[in-house]
């Protein structure tokens, strides 16, 4: 790993906190705003932020410029969290834009080579990243000069735009990489092309409310996902390994609850039954995002801290452990376990009017996330306290 970003486990553990809070809050039945912001602009827009200052120096071979930067970006970001908690979403939506256009000046500059899909797929989610968090301002600060612009807008450029982005980009890279297999790059650049011009369909029909268009927009989403899916299937299919790795079982997790999420999008749009609303959000946010998140975390966090202990340690004449051997296989099972279950049960207490039955199914969501913490955040503080 040749460029470590010490401000990317704090950014995983500020999206942990805001995806704590949206479980929690849709637990006790609070108003699916709140959850719908907290989640999106907070635990999503948070967890690529600090992704991509780990991903884009690495994949440019390159180190960041004015690193303290890192830490105003960190500080707005905390501050549009601790906003969105009391519900002050107009001045929320100020820190997550200034968070995000101070990220993009950080981070523009170390792209050089536009080449490799990753990127192209990154700098497409940093575009509906910065997109989407003007698109906030103006859904909660309406100004007389400005078309009047939709929530629901706002909230799916970050969905779509910014994260489907994000994370189709990182899994076309780890995922032949994590099975020792070749990536189809002709294909990659299909699946690119093809999610550009779905997530514009899609969001087009947001932005002129016609849902209609929405529902066309998804349809087109879940062709471009399914020759995604192609891809991750040969790889699987292709690779000499005897047992997927648990990385990329929480990244298939992750894509089977994005496919239902853009079936019950695509439904509820063309149907206009929104009585659905809560359901899509639970699969697209918690499953797809939740399960993809998590695997990501898994794998690209434990290198950050190892590789930040390591330098010090190996100073001192001190043994660490193997990057490979810093987590426990039970412990990030079980984790995956109870985050499929907890989805499962959400999902099928939208159908049920009784507030045990949502209670109890976040409560085994929010087992699963405690033992996530204790699986990665709490492992990771001991191997850095060595």
Same mark, same amino acid.
């Not at 969290?81 to 968070?99: E, P, R, V, W």
């Not at 514009?200 to 529902?215: D, S």
């Not at 949502?358 to 060595?386: D, N, P, W």
């Given at each position: ?98 968070? %995000?256009? #101070? +990220?993009?000046?950080? @981070?523009?500059?170390? =792209? *050089? &080579?536009?080449?490799?899909?990753? $990127?192209? !797929?990154? /700098? ?100 471009? %996902?399914? #020759? +995604?899916?192609?891809? @991750?299937?040969?790889? =699987? *299919? &292709?690779?000499?390994?005897?047992? $997927?790795? !648990?990385? /990329? ?138």
């Amino acid at each position: 790993m040749f460029y470590v970003s010490k401000v990317t486990p704090f950014f995983f553990i500020l999206a942990f906190i805001d995806l704590f809070m949206a479980v929690f809050s849709h637990g006790i039945g609070y108003d699916y705003v709140f959850v719908g912001l907290v989640s999106v602009f907070g635990f999503i827009l948070h967890t690529i932020l600090g992704a991509a200052y780990q991903i884009i120096p690495n994949s440019q071979q390159s180190e960041l410029k004015n690193e303290k930067l890192q830490i105003a970006v960190f500080v707005a970001a905390s501050l549009s969290s601790l906003l969105m908690y009391i519900k002050n979403y107009q001045i929320a939506a100020l820190f997550a834009l200034t968070a %995000v256009v #101070l +990220f993009t000046i950080h @981070v523009l500059p170390v =792209i *050089k &080579n536009y080449q490799p899909i990753t $990127i192209r !797929f990154l /700098v497409g989610s940093l575009v509906y990243m910065n997109l989407g968090s003007l698109f906030f301002v103006l859904a909660y600060i309406p100004l007389d000069w400005i078309p009047f612009v939709p929530f629901q807008l706002a909230v799916h450029t970050i969905t779509t735009g910014t994260m489907l982005n994000a994370i189709l980009g990182v899994e076309l890279a780890w995922i032949p990489m994590l099975m020792m297999h070749t990536l189809n790059v002709r294909f990659a650049n299909i699946v690119f092309y093809a999610t550009q011009v779905s997530i514009f369909v899609f969001l087009t029909g947001f932005a002129i409310m016609n849902y209609k268009v929405v529902a066309a927009g998804g349809v087109l989403l879940l062709l471009s %996902v399914g #020759l +995604f899916l192609w891809i @991750v299937f040969n790889a =699987i *299919k &292709n690779s000499t390994h005897k047992e $997927i790795p !648990f990385v /990329v079982k929480f990244f298939l997790a992750g894509l089977v609850f994005l496919v239902a999420g853009i079936l019950s999008g695509a439904h509820l749009s063309g149907s206009e039954n929104f009585k659905f609303v809560p359901m899509h959000m639970v699969l697209m946010v918690f499953g797809f995002g939740g399960l993809t998140i998590a695997g990501a975390m898994f794998h690209l966090l434990p290198r950050i801290v190892w590789n930040m202990v390591h330098v010090k340690k190996a100073q001192e004449g001190k043994q660490i452990p193997n990057v490979f051997n810093i987590l426990s296989k039970k412990e990030t099972m079980i984790t995956f376990y109870l985050l499929i279950a907890g989805v499962i049960l959400m999902v099928g207490a939208t159908f049920i009017e009784l507030n045990t039955t949502r209670y109890v199914a976040s409560l085994i969501y929010l087992s699963g996330l405690a033992m996530f913490f204790k699986a990665l955040f709490y492992r990771l503080y001991l191997l850095y306290t060595l």
